[in-house]
């Protein structure tokens, strides 16, 4: 025999409530609704659920059987709508974020752990990727969301890019190599030097060779391509290597891994790491919560890396 669940939830609330009266008002619904309800269910079930003329209402052993049923409905739907609340106000859910590999690993993966510990019901699932694939992914709406580097130029229409920190690449090393103790040099002091590259195809694979060119540097010796970023680095900590990085990268792993800048000017193209995603107006609220959240916690990074900037560009050689 199958019971309407919303009955098994009246009866419980009734008998809980010790009566018709207080059960309506428990529910919000109107007593005589609930004593239709009580009546077609004991015609369904065919027998009484309470005892014939006791005052407060006293249920009978089936109608107590039925009632505990009730209760579990009721903490189901209790339940179920908390889920869904939770899911309204983006606390919970499903949120897809991309973004280049050397900043998610440096930058950005710190900001999503705290964003989580704020909501930990939140999944978060990320994937590896530059600034055209990126796009395609959110277009393809297998991404929410990109934080990356990009050009100002090369944003899209249909993008919206809310910058989180300006670029900045710089040559790096150990912190004990000879080149870091000097205040100024010049493309003469590292020329003989050898370099560990980006993965080939990224942009700050490009910078790196644009930037050695635009030094002067014709011949460039690669010791070491390819790698992630606990790879370049742990290279350079255990050689004379330079590489380029971005100078909030070096920033954020200087203590980990004793990396430093060099005071050594590159010029490459303007870029700004940002938030990436569709200009839509549907855009769900865990979205909106994990923007506010990177947002705000980079606000206060921000400014401390551009005050590291600034002291390196004034103590800089040219």
């Known amino acids: 025999m199958k019971l309407d669940p919303r009955h098994l939830e009246i009866l419980a609330a009734v008998v809980d409530s010790g009566g018709v009266t207080e059960g309506a008002e428990a529910l919000g619904k109107s007593q005589p609704s609930l004593s239709r309800t009580i009546s077609n269910l004991e015609a369904r079930v065919g027998e009484p659920l309470f005892v014939p003329g006791r005052r407060p209402l006293q249920a009978t052993e089936l ?96 993008f919206g890019f809310q910058v989180l920190l300006p670029g900045r ?32 195809g990224s942009p700050l694979f490009r910078d790196l060779q644009d930037a050695l060119h635009g030094l002067g540097k014709t011949e460039v010796k690669i010791s070491f391509s390819g790698g992630s970023l606990t790879s370049v680095l742990n290279m350079i900590l255990e050689s004379d290597a330079l590489t380029v990085l971005p100078f909030s990268v070096v920033f954020s792993m200087r203590r980990t891994f004793n990396v430093v800048p060099l005071r050594i000017e590159l010029q490459h193209p ?40 600034k002291a390196l560009m004034e103590g800089r050689g040219q």
């Open 270 to 309: 303007k870029r700004n790491l940002g938030l990436l995603k569709l200009k839509a107006a549907d855009e769900p609220p865990v979205l909106g919560n994990f923007t506010r959240s990177i947002q705000a916690a980079f606000s206060e990074f921000a400014s401390t890396v551009l005050h590291a900037e």
């Open 63 to 158: 109608g107590q059987l039925l009632a505990a049923h009730g209760r579990q409905v009721l903490e189901a739907t209790q339940a179920a709508g908390k889920v869904l609340d939770r899911r309204k106000s983006g606390r919970s859910g499903t949120l897809r974020v991309g973004g280049a590999p050397f900043f998610m690993d440096a930058v950005i993966a710190s900001r999503i752990a705290r964003f989580q510990s704020e909501f930990p019901d939140v999944q978060v699932e990320q994937v590896y990727a530059y600034s055209p694939e990126l796009q395609r992914h959110l277009r393809n709406g297998t991404l929410d969301v990109a934080i990356c580097p990009m050009q100002p130029e090369s944003i899209e229409p249909e």
């Open 169 to 200: 690449n710089v040559i790096a090393c150990r912190e004990g190599h000879p080149l870091a103790r000097k205040k100024s040099l010049s493309i003469a002091d590292i020329g003989d030097c050898s370099w560990i590259a980006p993965p080939a």
